[in-house]
Each structure stands twice: as structure tokens, then as C-alpha cells.
């Protein structure tokens, strides 16, 4: 079944869009304070199609995204208490625990990490917030953490290029279906070991 090389088809069409660093953009805030989606889901198909541009995307990506982080601290600085019983529902509260116990660690590395990896970035910025982190070392922290990470991805297409969009034309059916399947396998296997 092709079901990703037409999404990932669609993905390269938006990314020409003439209004897409407008969507990169609000995709970057949305998901460093509320949104589930992360950027790189356009950013990589964005500097694929346009290699030129691609640092210009990765800057576009990180100055959004670190403001939305600046909102996900401030939701977490004057609303906790608003979103808190949402936050404890939802699959987030564990990495949310986390956050804290990170932040009591590690400080500023807490966001820095988080910035850079797949952890759930806005998770922290709520925390951080939370947690009256201050303002200045976790600007910083966004900054450095999420560029490394955008411009690290935005790099690696631009540098792939037209090859590295053919590459992943002929395979994103067969790259899509096997992260469905490590997905399930992983969830399952959690679950296995969490009844024992």
C-alpha cells in the first residue's frame, strides 16, 4: 500500500508553496508550546526542494520556535494551575515529571537537551516556566538547542539534495511502514515489561 509516498508527494507540493516559511513558521511556534507535530515534518522537505534556502528555513524554524517556547514558558509561569489536571489526563504528564526532575539536575542542560532531541520540547517550556526557570539561561538554552537541531536537519537535505529527494521518493513507503512497525513493536514490548 502507498499510502506515504502520497503524503510525503503532498509534503514536497506544500513545501513549493509560495506561503510555506509562513506555515514553517507556525507550525515551529505551535509545537514548541501546544502542538504534537513537530517542524522537521516541513523543514526537511522544504530545504529538499529548495537547498538554497535551506538555511534561511532552519533560522525561520528556530526564531519561531524558541518564541513559542518563550509562550509555552509563560504558560507554565501563569496558567499552570489552569492546565495542570489537562496535563496529568494526558500522555504527557510523565515526561513532564521528568522535566522537573531534569531541571532540578541539570538546569539550563535540561532545556538544552530537550531543544536539540525528540523529547517533547514544549513540555519543558511549560515546566520551565512552571518552575520559574530564569528567563535569560533558557532563551539561551532554546536557542542553541533547537538551532543545532534545525540547522543540522536543513544541512543534511540541502546537502543530499536532488539525490536525497529521490532516495526518499523511491523508499518512504518502505521507511514509513517499517517506523509504523517499530512503533507498535516498542509499545507493545513497554507494555510487556510495565506488567511484569
Known amino acids: 500500500m502507498r499510502l506515504f509516498s502520497s503524503l510525503y508527494a503532498r509534503a514536497m507540493q506544500w513545501s513549493r508553496h509560495r ?9 515551529s511556534f505551535a509545537e514548541s508550546s501546544f502542538f504534537p507535530i513537530p517542524p522537521d515534518v516541513m523543514l526537511a522537505p522544504m530545504s529538499l526542494a529548495n537547498p538554497r534556502r535551506a538555511w534561511y528555513f532552519a533560522l525561520i524554524t528556530t526564531l519561531a520556535s524558541v518564541a513559542g517556547g518563550l509562550f509555552g514558558y509563560a504558560i507554565g509561569y501563569f496558567a499552570f494551575d489552569a492546565i495542570e489536571p489537562w496535563l496529568r489526563e494526558s500522555n504527557y504528564w510523565p515526561t513532564y515529571q521528568k522535566a522537573v526532575a531534569w531541571f532540578g ?8 537537551i530537550a531543544g536539540f532531541s525528540p523529547i517533547p520540547y514544549k513540555v519543558f517550556t511549560i515546566a520551565a516556566g512552571a518552575l520559574s526557570m530564569a528567563l535569560l539561561p533558557f532563551t539561551v538554552a532554546s536557542v542553541i538547542g533547537r538551532g543545532a537541531r534545525f540547522f543540522l536537519v536543513a544541512g543534511l537535505m540541502a546537502w543530499g539534495g536532488a539525490r536525497m529527494e529521490a532516495m526518499l521518493a523511491r523508499y518512504v513507503d518502505r521507511l514509513g511502514w517499517a517506523t509504523v512497525a517499530a512503533v507498535v513493536g516498542g509499545v507493545l514490548l513497554y507494555q510487556g515489561f510495565g506488567a511484569h
Not at 506561503?19 to 507550525?27: C, I, T
Open 19 to 27: 506561503h510555506a516559511p509562513w506555515y514553517l513558521g507556525g507550525l
Open 105 to 112: 539536575e541539570w538546569g539550563f542542560w535540561a532545556i538544552f
